[in-house]
């Protein structure tokens, strides 16, 4: 389904942060891994969430959901026989649990989105894989990939962290589960450590021992150990919120977003910093953040690489801004869903914006007066350049139509909700 977004002056209202989809993944995963039952509250459904519910109830797990709550029995160390898996077009979960199937006689993880998630590169996790004893069937690194795994081994292990830091926390949540005690050393440098320190914060809420070093490039794992059944909160999402406070900061607008915490270890908090240093009147206290916008912005240079899942958001407002932005180390955003450099800088150009792009860069020339807008854009099937341009569909003089919208629901399905509830002018087609 495609999305007509009509220029909107104003947004006012209040909603609740959607649930952070990093967290609930990874609270899903290690209540799977333990033995006995794991209660999460106020789990995040979206694609990707599903996914991981999804394959592992084929793994083993017994799940028993309500509206507050997720029930779930787990299987330890020893998933279920299964031949295959369908993690639909959610990267972390393959990569979490291509680690998980070492523990599996044979599985494959089936290619259902070879124009998406199929197209994206694993050879990094691959080869650590291929470390731990583990026979890994692929094309080229790519789905389909079968994992003839039983007994992986533990001791030296190298893995990469110059295109994901996915495949560094897909062997966190393995190798304590291993015989042997194991040594993780970390390869070139190490994008998204945020999203690490989320991972061990996550297995220690477990009880599992890791010894890291402060750089996140060294890990020293004891062996034997067992994930223990704990009761989890989910935090409120900062990655899909910092679409709706762009949204308040580019427009007039009254907006309260709930439930996102001043202390999060979430990378992407650092959008309430990079939006007040472009000087949105906005305020952060008792987990609320209030935006008063008054669509007027100052360029910002920002290091991208500990909000990845921000940039996109913050880009579209340093479209409207009063000079030029610089967002750089962002390179891997080029291995997301699409490339969201020149995929999105392309999409951005036809609404018409004027921004460059380098091979680890995103330079944004704003223009405050607005966009003329009027055109079809192409989302490229990813959730975050959806939002983003929505963003950007707010400040156009005529409609834009977003392509395949419906792709939202990856990480965010109420976003239009959330959207129209604030006042937006959207339409689905």
């Given at each position: 389904?495609?999305?007509?977004?009509?220029?909107?002056?104003?947004?006012?209202?209040?909603?609740?942060?959607?649930?952070?989809?990093?967290?609930?993944?990874?609270?899903?995963?290690?209540?799977?891994?333990?033995?006995?039952?794991?209660?999460?509250?106020?789990?995040?459904?979206?694609?990707?969430?599903?996914?991981?519910?999804?394959?592992?109830?084929?793994?083993?797990?017994?799940?028993?959901?309500?509206?507050?709550?997720?029930?779930?029995?787990?299987?330890?160390?020893?998933?279920?026989?299964?031949?295959?898996?369908?993690?639909?077009?959610?990267?972390?979960?393959?990569?979490?649990?291509?680690?998980?199937?070492?523990?599996?006689p044979e599985v494959t993880?089936?290619?259902?989105?070879?124009?998406?998630?199929?197209?994206?590169?694993?050879?990094?996790?691959?080869?650590?894989?291929?470390?731990?004893?583990?026979?890994?069937?692929?094309?080229?690194?790519?789905?389909?990939?079968?994992?003839?795994?039983?007994?992986?081994?533990?001791?030296?292990?190298?893995?990469?962290?110059?295109?994901?830091?996915?495949?560094?926390?897909?062997?966190?949540?393995?190798?304590?589960?291993?015989?042997?005690?194991?040594?993780?050393?970390?390869?070139?440098?190490?994008?998204?450590?945020?999203?690490?320190?989320?991972?061990?914060?996550?297995?220690?809420?477990?009880?599992?021992?890791?010894?890291?070093?402060?750089?996140?490039?060294?890990?020293?794992?004891?062996?034997?150990?067992?994930?223990?059944?704990?009761?989890?909160?989910?935090?409120?999402?900062?990655?899909?919120?910092?679409?709706?406070?762009?949204?308040?900061?580019?427009?007039?607008?009254?907006?309260?977003?709930?439930?996102?915490?001043?202390?999060?270890?979430?990378?992407?908090?650092?959008?309430?910093?990079?939006?007040?240093?472009?000087?949105?009147?906005?305020?952060?206290?008792?987990?609320?953040?209030?935006?008063?916008?008054?669509?007027?912005?100052?360029?910002?240079?920002?290091?991208?690489?500990a909000a990845t899942d921000?940039?996109?958001?913050?880009?579209?407002?340093?479209?409207?801004?009063?000079?030029?932005?610089?967002?750089?180390?962002?390179?891997?955003?080029?291995?997301?869903?699409?490339?969201?450099?020149?995929?999105?800088?392309?999409?951005?150009?036809?609404?018409?914006?004027?921004?460059?792009?380098?091979?680890?860069?995103?330079?944004?020339?704003?223009?405050?007066?607005?966009?003329?807008?009027?055109?079809?854009?192409?989302?490229?099937?990813?959730?975050?350049?959806?939002?983003?341009?929505?963003?950007?569909g707010l400040r156009c003089?005529?409609?834009?139509?977003?392509?395949?919208?419906?792709?939202?629901?990856?990480?965010?399905?109420?976003?239009?909700?959330?959207?129209?509830?604030?006042?937006?002018?959207?339409?689905?087609?």
């Amino acid at each position: 389904m495609d999305v007509i977004v009509r220029p909107t002056p104003e947004l006012n209202g209040e909603i609740g942060a959607l649930s952070s989809k990093n967290y609930t993944t990874r609270y899903l995963l290690v209540a799977a891994l333990a033995e006995g039952t794991s209660t999460i509250y106020y789990p995040a459904h979206s694609e990707d969430s599903d996914a991981m519910r999804r394959c592992i109830t084929d793994l083993g797990a017994v799940l028993k959901e309500d509206d507050e709550k997720i029930v779930i029995t787990g299987f330890g160390r020893t998933p279920k026989d299964v031949k295959e898996l369908n993690v639909g077009n959610a990267g972390a979960v393959l990569r979490f649990l291509m680690a998980i199937a070492a523990l599996c006689p044979e599985v494959t993880f089936v290619n259902t989105y070879p124009d998406s998630l199929g197209k994206r590169p694993h050879d990094d996790l691959i080869t650590s894989l291929h470390q731990l004893g583990v026979e890994v069937e692929h094309q080229e690194g790519r789905l389909p990939i079968t994992i003839r795994g039983g007994a992986p081994k533990g001791g030296k292990i190298t893995v990469s962290g110059a295109v994901s830091s996915q495949y560094l926390s897909a062997l966190l949540f393995l190798t304590p589960l291993l015989e042997e005690d194991s040594e993780i050393e970390v390869l070139d440098d190490l994008k998204s450590k945020v999203v690490v320190g989320q991972t061990l914060e996550v297995l220690e809420q477990a009880g599992i021992i890791i010894h890291a070093s402060d750089d996140y490039m060294s890990f020293k794992i004891p062996g034997r150990q067992s994930y223990q059944a704990k009761t989890y909160t989910v935090q409120g999402d900062y990655p899909g919120s910092a679409a709706i406070l762009a949204a308040a900061a580019v427009t007039k607008s009254n907006v309260k977003v709930h439930r996102l915490a001043e202390h999060s270890k979430q990378g992407e908090r650092a959008v309430v910093d990079v939006l007040q240093m472009m000087d949105v009147p906005l305020t952060h206290k008792d987990d609320m953040v209030h935006v008063q916008g008054n669509g007027r912005l100052r360029p910002v240079e920002f290091d991208g690489d500990a909000a990845t899942d921000a940039v996109l958001a913050m880009v579209a407002a340093a479209v409207f801004a009063d000079g030029t932005s610089r967002f750089y180390n962002v390179e891997n955003l080029r291995y997301k869903e699409c490339d969201r450099i020149t995929d999105y800088l392309t999409e951005l150009r036809k609404a018409g914006a004027n921004v460059e792009e380098r091979q680890a860069e995103i330079i944004v020339h704003g223009r405050p007066s607005g966009l003329e807008g009027g055109v079809e854009i192409n989302a490229h099937y990813d959730h975050r350049v959806i939002m983003a341009l929505t963003i950007v569909g707010l400040r156009c003089r005529e409609p834009l139509v977003i392509k395949d919208a419906h792709h939202v629901a990856k990480s965010y399905p109420q976003f239009f909700d959330h959207m129209t509830a604030l006042g937006a002018s959207v339409e689905w087609v």
